[in-house]
């Protein structure tokens, strides 16, 4: 990152830098992500996280070659849009070669490296999607 | 209460890396030509939207400086921001002013000067123009790698190529070349597109829309002061606005912008026109071609192509002028260059000066019907704003 972020905003989100969790409605029954504590579909309140499914598909995908500072060492970053069934997910691909990638492949999360810190070289962790090896 | 609305003077700054001037000096170049072509003095003027997305620039009250600059202090003033429709926005806001008999003069005034910070902090910032937390900071996703995405899947499922997006750069490219107010004003072939490094693929350098600096401007009148002064005003005839989610994992396909198409309609609504003959009733449109897919994407959004169709209309020139729709003959956002705040009041003078039959004559189009469409979109369909502007005086 070439701008500074105040430390609550990484505090406030850390269990979601490691867990695929959504949002359901208690009300409603639909599962959202990413989640809130109002139901984007009925507005109800009385919502609950869940646990999101760690396989899907992958929808559409882009490779970017010119990505924001942190992410540098990485280039070509490869992004993808995933189907999680009842959401979607945006994340970053691993584990894979531009010649495996297709709309449609069934991809799995596993937590990476995501980042580093600019000054203090901390590493930032989260979760990741490759293509599915094995059933 | 609801009056009509017509632009009575128009005012656009050369589009560029303009590190010659600041950014009321930028601001002044557009304001002057505006309120010189309307004949009125700055006293007439009673209020100013003022679109600037800013963050990346010096001055952090862009509209207070400018108007300060321009002579305009005192008028009703505050600044719009709808990303990179900012400016039609603030054409919106300041159309509704004298709309609702609040004013009857009233200015829109577009300011960008993007390349104030370097590179990889515009690119921060427009990497940030969705949703922070979900899809920008913990992917790295960057603002191309949004429509990216889009066109990813388009081409999947319709079987549009590299090669019909790279066509849309180089027809935007070739009207740049005849506007002098371009940022870009070099035709480029289908081929150095093609060569050209990828960004965020499939987009290469260039299918995207440039870092800009640039100003543009718009008087505009009620019914009753236009006619005082000028003879040929071009009306707002009307206004569709939408917006859209966030998140774009929220979105329910990523073949077209549902925000587009619902300000499609409802500017059609709002005029008695129907997306199905909609080509028949627009002259000329500017559509929002931030990256070429985009403006494939516009085509179908605004009802230009069937559904899957969109880039059919590219490879068999149809964008042309000439061609059942002539898109972007000012260069589009692609070439023209995206001063953000400006780009939206941009078209409308672009569009203006098409109506009147005053631009460079290599790219003015010909004018039947006497009806222009501006489509701005900010951010990846986060918020859309469709105008329509005429020579006929709406109906009421």
Redesign the interface.
């Known amino acids: ?3 500074e ?1 105040s430390v609550p ?1 990484y505090w406030r ?1 850390r269990v ?2 490691y867990k695929l969790i959504g949002g359901r409605c208690k009300k409603c029954g639909r599962v ?3 989640p809130q504590s109002r139901c ?1 579909y009925c507005s109800s309140d009385n919502v609950e996280p869940v646990s999101l499914p760690r396989i899907g598909r992958l ?13 540098k060492l ?1 280039t ?2 490869i ?1 993808g ?1 995933i189907d999680l069934g009842e ?6 691909l691993t584990d894979v070669s531009l010649e495996e990638i297709s ?1 449609g492949i069934e991809v799995e999360a596993v937590v990476r490296k ?2 580093e810190d600019r000054t203090a070289g901390l590493i930032h962790y ?1 979760y990741k999607f490759r293509p599915v090896i094995s059933h | 209460m609801t009056r009509n609305v017509a632009i009575v003077g128009t005012g656009h700054s050369k589009f560029g890396n303009r590190h010659d001037v600041n950014m009321p000096e930028l601001a002044w170049e557009a304001i002057k030509q505006a309120i010189d072509e309307a004949g009125i003095e700055q006293k007439d003027v009673e209020f100013v939207s003022f679109s600037n997305v800013g963050g990346w620039s010096s001055e952090g009250l862009a509209s207070v400086v400018s108007l300060e600059y321009a002579g305009l202090t005192g008028a009703g003033l505050y600044r719009v921001e709808a990303a990179c429709s900012s400016g039609s926005a603030a054409i919106k806001a300041a159309h509704d002013a004298i709309a609702s008999g609040e004013a009857d003069i009233a200015m829109a005034i577009g300011l960008e000067k993007m390349n104030e910070s ?1 590179t ?2 515009v ?2 910032f427009i ?1 940030r123009a969705g ?1 922070f ?3 920008f ?6 603002f ?2 949004y429509y ?6 388009y081409m ?1 499922k319709h079987g549009a190529t590299e090669e019909d997006l790279c066509k849309v750069a180089v027809k935007n490219h070739y009207y740049a070349s005849l506007n002098p107010k371009a940022h870009f004003p070099i035709p480029i072939t289908v081929e150095k597109c093609m060569k050209s ?7 290469k350098l260039y299918d995207c829309s440039p870092i800009t600096d640039g100003a543009a401007a718009v008087v505009l009148a009620s019914e009753e002061v236009a006619k005082k002064l000028t003879d040929s005003p071009v009306w707002i005839e009307s206004i569709g606005v939408s917006s859209g989610t966030s ?4 979105r329910d396909d ?1 073949l077209h912008l549902e925000a587009g198409t619902l300000a499609a309609d409802r500017a059609y609504k709002k005029a008695g026109l129907s997306r199905d003959d909609i080509v028949k009733h627009v002259d000329v449109a500017e559509v929002h071609d931030c990256f070429t897919i985009a403006e494939i994407l516009a085509y179908e959004d605004l009802g230009f192509a069937k559904r899957g169709e969109g880039y059919k209309l590219i490879r068999d020139q149809e964008t042309y002028k000439g061609g059942k729709i002539p898109v972007n003959l000012s260069g589009g956002l692609k070439a023209k260059g995206h001063p953000l705040g400006a780009t939206g009041i941009s078209m409308a003078v672009d569009l203006s000066r098409q109506l009147q039959g005053r631009v460079e004559k290599e790219r003015q189009a010909d004018i039947k019907v006497g009806r222009a469409l501006a489509h701005n979109i900010g951010g990846t369909g986060h918020y859309a704003y469709v105008t329509l502007y005429s020579l006929s005086k709406p109906r009421r």
């Open positions: 990152m070439s701008m972020y905003i989100n979601n830098y959202f992500f990413p984007p929808l559409s995908y882009t490779v970017s070659y010119n990505p924001p500072e942190g992410y990485q070509p970053l992004i849009l959401t979607r997910i945006i994340a970053q709309e995501i980042r989260g | 370097p990889p902090t690119i921060e990497g949703n937390f979900w899809e900071q913990n992917f790295g996703l960057t191309p790698g990216a995405l889009y066109a990813t899947a999947a490094r990828y960004i965020a693929w499939p987009l998140n774009l994992s929220r990523f």
